[in-house]
T-cell receptor
Framework: QKEVEQNSGPLSVPEGAIASLNCTYSDRGSQSFFWYRQYSGKSPELIMSIYSNGDKEDGRFTAQLNKASQYVSLLIRDSQPSDSATYLCAVDGGGRRALTFGSGTRLQVQP | EADIYQTPRYLVIGTGKKITLECSQTMGHDKMYWYQQDPGMELHLIHYSYGVNSTEKGDLSSESTVSRIRTEHFPLTLESARPSHTSQYLC????????????FGQGTRLTVV
């Protein structure tokens, strides 16, 4: 079992819809959780971070964390074609452990 | 804006050559990472450092080596480049403790001919 699991997609949504991206992790001691967006040929860029159970909203993005279920999600409201990218979930176990990335979910927003 | 720099951005080199990919950060981060990523594929951690003189190999088997003599500098060396090393190499850094994200450099696209 991989430490961080994501559905590879592609997830296809129409413009204006809500895109829901999901991630599960295996290390129950994980402390910090991140969502990155990566456009083709570019480096990953951070879009959301979350550390406590519940929801965190930033503009059109909402991150949700449920530590009991070891589950992190990202909601993108009013999806735009420019949101089409691969979204990477990352988990930080803390201490000397390395940041661990999932394999990413490819999102396609159809105009 | 992240202050992490990779050089060169692009490199074409012959088989058997020794190469060093440079990565520097000015944020004082204690953790640094090297990832390898082929187009459309996932990130693979190849090396990781949690401080000066402290490095570990990642999940991906690699013929590369790293050093961390200074906090800000984390070079990756391939002793003998092979066509199978053709890929994108991404360097990142982060700080220990709660709530610290990793910042990525712009990457080095390596082609071994």
């Amino acid at each position: 079992q991989k430490e961080v699991e994501q559905n590879s997609g592609p997830l296809s949504v129409p413009e204006g819809a809500i895109a829901s991206l999901n991630c599960t992790y295996s290390d129950r001691g994980s402390q910090s959780f991140f969502w990155y967006r990566q456009y083709s040929g570019k480096s990953p860029e951070l879009i959301m971070s979350i550390y406590s159970n519940g929801d965190k909203e930033d503009g059109r993005f909402t991150a949700q964390l449920n530590k009991a279920s070891q589950y992190v999600s990202l909601l993108i409201r009013d999806s735009q074609p420019s949101d089409s990218a691969t979204y990477l979930c990352a988990v930080d176990g803390g201490g000397r452990r390395a940041l661990t990335f999932g394999s990413g979910t490819r999102l396609q927003v159809q105009p | 804006e992240a202050d992490i720099y990779q050089t060169p951005r692009y490199l074409v080199i012959g088989t058997g050559k020794k190469i060093t990919l440079e990565c520097s950060q000015t944020m004082g981060h204690d953790k640094m990472y090297w990832y390898q990523q082929d187009p459309g594929m996932e990130l693979h951690l190849i090396h990781y450092s949690y401080g000066v003189n402290s490095t570990e190999k990642g999940d991906l088997s690699s013929e590369s080596t790293v050093s961390r003599i200074r906090t800000e500098h984390f070079p990756l060396t391939l002793e003998s480049a092979r066509p199978s090393h053709t890929s994108q190499y991404l360097c990142a850094s982060s700080e220990s403790g709660r709530g610290t994200e990793a910042f990525f450099g712009q990457g080095t696209r390596l082609t071994v001919v």
